[in-house]
């Protein structure tokens, strides 16, 4: 295989403050970048490779999306609708991609893997751009310099 290559390379702007969904997004990333380096030109590698690796990607950006859904819950964050609806969205699109991938229907390993940078980065920098400002309004900084969001935190947004 090729050098290692990023397609995306994360940025502390993209953090959220929240380890938890930081080290999620990061992965995320690192999974974009692992399908990127993937990428043969060699069909049957590739099909033996998306096959391999599909199925948990797909199950961890659903961990990943239940994650930020039950901390927007928990937080009272406005916005949880449309951020829900955009997830299941997201996910039905990868669903519909995956078959037309299955299909040969001109989607390829490198489509399909600069569809998911496009979505992560414009989802990271937009959608959750949202419910990390308001996570910074309604925690309580530590003395360690670090925000923390607590239940009484969370009462007094409410």
């Known amino acids: 295989m090729k050098n290692k290559n990023e397609l995306i390379t994360w940025n502390p702007a993209f953090s959220c403050g929240i380890k938890l969904i930081d080290d999620q997004h990061k992965v995320l990333v690192k999974l974009v970048n692992d399908m990127f ?7 049957e590698q590739e099909d033996i ?11 961890y950006i ?3 999306f ?5 901390i927007m819950l ?9 951020h829900k609806k955009e997830h299941d969205d997201f996910v039905l699109t990868v669903v519909k991609n995956i078959n037309s991938y299955k299909a040969k229907e001109r ?14 980065l414009s989802h990271i920098a ?3 751009k949202q419910y990390f400002e308001y996570f910074k309004k309604i925690a309580t900084r530590k003395a360690d310099g670090k925000l923390s969001i607590s239940l009484e935190d969370v009462r007094q947004s409410a």
Not at 49 to 59: L, M
């Open 74 to 82: 928990a937080t009272g964050f406005k916005g949880y609708a449309e």
């Open 107 to 120: 989607f390829t390993l490198l489509s399909f893997t600069k569809f998911l940078k496009g979505w992560v």
């Open 37 to 43: 380096n993937h990428v043969s030109g060699n069909g």
């Open 49 to 59: 490779y998306f096959n391999s690796i599909i199925k948990q990607a797909v199950t």
């Open 62 to 64: 659903k961990v990943h």
């Open 66 to 70: 239940a994650t930020e859904e039950k």
């Open 126 to 128: 937009i959608m959750d």
